[in-house]
């Protein structure tokens, strides 16, 4: 395991994120649970057990395999404000595409519920954010084999 270094990125919004890169081996597969990521605090192993499955996901065998771990401030009450004014405004926006798109095919009847649906629907399944939560980012690639692959997800560390 090759430590490459620790940086700093602003991302949208102000958000601050402490981004760790890392050049891993298939050897390292089996040391990953033990890495201990500060910023994450007590969810540290949730953040490992997450390393660990994209570098699984990956499938790099014995190509190596450079990580960025993300982990963010904790989010202020504006940022939180922010992100979730953004959920809102995709939910708006698939229901008025579902509602259009129906409304062409059938009845504007049958649109209208639909889009609504598709509204409660994006909103129970877009995560909602609050000041403290902290966003962690993982992101993999490899190069060679097939060609160059890349992996990533994401999680919400709730206050």
Known sequence: ?????????????????????ITLSDSDRPR???????????AHYEVS???????????AKNLPCLMMIG?????????????NAQRTTVANIAASAFTSAT????????????????RLYANKILPTYHAGDVLVSI???VNGGIGPQRSGTSLIIKA
Do not use: W
């Open 71 to 83: 982990i963010s401030k904790p989010l202020t009450r504006q940022q939180g404000d922010v992100l």
């Open 32 to 42: 990953l649970r033990e890495l201990h990521f500060g910023e994450a605090k007590s």
């Open 1 to 21: 395991m090759k430590f490459d270094g620790t940086f700093q990125y602003m991302g949208n919004h102000g958000i601050v994120f402490n981004v760790s890169q």
């Open 139 to 141: 992101e993999a690639q």
């Open 103 to 118: 409304s062409a095919v059938a009845t504007p009847y049958v649109g209208g519920p639909l889009g609504a649906g598709v």
């Open 49 to 59: 057990s997450k390393v660990v499955e994209v570098y699984d996901k990956m499938q």
